[in-house]
């Protein structure tokens, strides 16, 4: 079985003074190159344990008002009503993660989300996990990056029906 494969220029190449030279501007998560390969599949294999994380290690016990979410949203005054938002939030993340045109929106939209649990496990809770949202935005931060391109997408969709 053979595949015919076409490279995918990126952004850079399209503007002003890009050159042709070995510095053409293509994406390699989005390259035809076996390297572009690989890159895509980590880069989806990435997405797909995140979105498993957030919808189940994450969203769920605050969906189902898991009791150690339940005291955990108690003590920051936040109550149930806080812990089933966060929880809807991080799940609609999770499943935005795997749809290709809201994929980078999905991933700059959890990394706000990070930055507030960070900032929430300073305060509230002492510094105890407050690495963990900082570890997060790592990979969401690649994924915004890599999937970027789905942006114009999206706006032209947003645009045709406004």
Do not use: C
Request: glycine fraction near 10%.
């Amino acid at each position: 079985m053979s595949e015919t494969t076409v490279p995918v220029p990126s952004v850079a190449s399209a503007l002003p003074g890009s050159g042709n030279g070995s510095g053409s501007g293509t994406v390699v998560a989005e390259s035809a190159t076996p390297r572009g390969r690989r890159a895509r599949i980590a880069l989806r294999g990435l997405q797909v344990v995140l979105a498993l994380f957030y919808a189940i290690a994450s969203a769920l016990p605050k969906l189902i008002a898991h009791p150690s979410a339940a005291d955990a949203f108690d003590e920051m005054g936040w109550g149930s009503a806080g812990m089933y938002t966060i929880g809807a939030l991080e799940l609609a993340g999770a499943i935005a993660l795997l749809v290709p045109v809201l994929q980078s929106v999905a991933a700059v939209a959890l990394s706000a989300l990070m930055v507030g649990a960070f900032v929430v496990q300073l305060t509230v809770f002492h510094g105890e996990n407050a690495a963990t949202p900082l570890i997060l935005i790592v990979p969401l931060a690649l994924i915004a990056w890599a999937r970027r391109g789905h942006n114009e997408e999206l706006l032209r969709l947003v645009r045709r029906r406004a």
